[in-house]
């Protein structure tokens, strides 16, 4: 049966400078962290995805590292993800086809409609959830249904054809490549979300939810929007269930 790892991903307070928001509606801005390694091509800026509002302003002009990436997100067309991190490319080099891998950012909670209501491919919502916390929380942004997992001696290993299923990651990309693990989704199954999972509860963004204490293995204390989560299959099954419902809906 199918297992799940969740793990943390996506702009912070330490990279670029500053979170992703979550709308009053639930909806969310994905920005990933800025490329810190030289590139063996171009790679876009902040300011060419068009995610220059969401950056402090000396990262504007700042590469991306587009990792992971969603396809029909962010001018991509796959979905791959990286990680050259031991605590992460365990348990994803552990995942087999079919299981899913999860990713969560800490998101911070803003009112700004207007900003919204001015773009085009932002449009305002009317709904306002009540499940936010005040300032800022963790969330669930997407999910890869895994087709494929490679440790990065593997894909060093590896032939052309399997290479090219990679190409376009961020690690693949580097001048060097330095991941431990990639991963690749099925397009079946794997997606950006629409909207933001709530892993924190409305409290305030350190406290987890069920989420997090009841279905993963983690305890919710400490700094748990850091740590890889990881779910068995029961877990696995009722957190998808919990994904395509309105947390509105969750059990109590």
């Known amino acids: 049966m199918p297992r799940a790892v969740a793990i943390n991903v996506a702009a912070n307070t330490n990279l670029p400078g500053r979170r992703g928001p979550v709308y009053p509606d639930g909806s969310f801005v994905y920005v990933p962290i800025p490329e810190r390694e030289p590139t063996a091509g171009p790679v876009p800026t902040y300011a060419d995805l068009d995610l220059a509002a969401y950056v402090p302003d ?15 997100a962010l001018g991509r067309e796959a979905y791959t993800y990286g990680d050259p991190y031991g605590v992460k490319a365990r348990p994803i080099s552990a995942l087999e086809p079919g299981d899913s891998l999860l990713f969560y950012a800490t998101l911070t909670v803003s009112d700004e409609d207007a900003d919204r209501a001015n773009r085009a491919d932002r449009p305002a919502r009317a709904n306002r959830v009540d499940w936010l916390p005040p300032d800022w ?79 993963s293995a983690d305890s919710g204390k400490g700094p748990w929007w850091r740590r890889v989560l990881r779910y068995d299959a029961d877990a696995t099954a009722t957190l998808r269930e919990r994904i395509d419902a309105d947390p509105a809906d969750w059990p109590a």
């Open 58 to 72: 000396d990262a504007v002009d700042r590469p991306v590292h587009l990792d992971p990436e969603f396809a029909g």
């Open 137 to 215: 929380g963790c969330f669930l942004i997407g999910e890869f249904r895994v087709a494929e997992v490679l440790t990065g001696d593997e894909y060093r290993k590896s032939d052309a054809a399997t290479r090219e299923r990679f190409a376009s990651n961020a690690h693949a990309r580097r001048e060097s490549f330095d991941a431990a693990v990639v991963v690749r989704g099925d397009p079946d199954g794997s997606r950006l979300f629409d909207r933001a999972v709530p892993l924190s509860t409305p409290a305030g963004g350190a406290d987890a939810n069920r989420l997090v204490t009841d279905l």
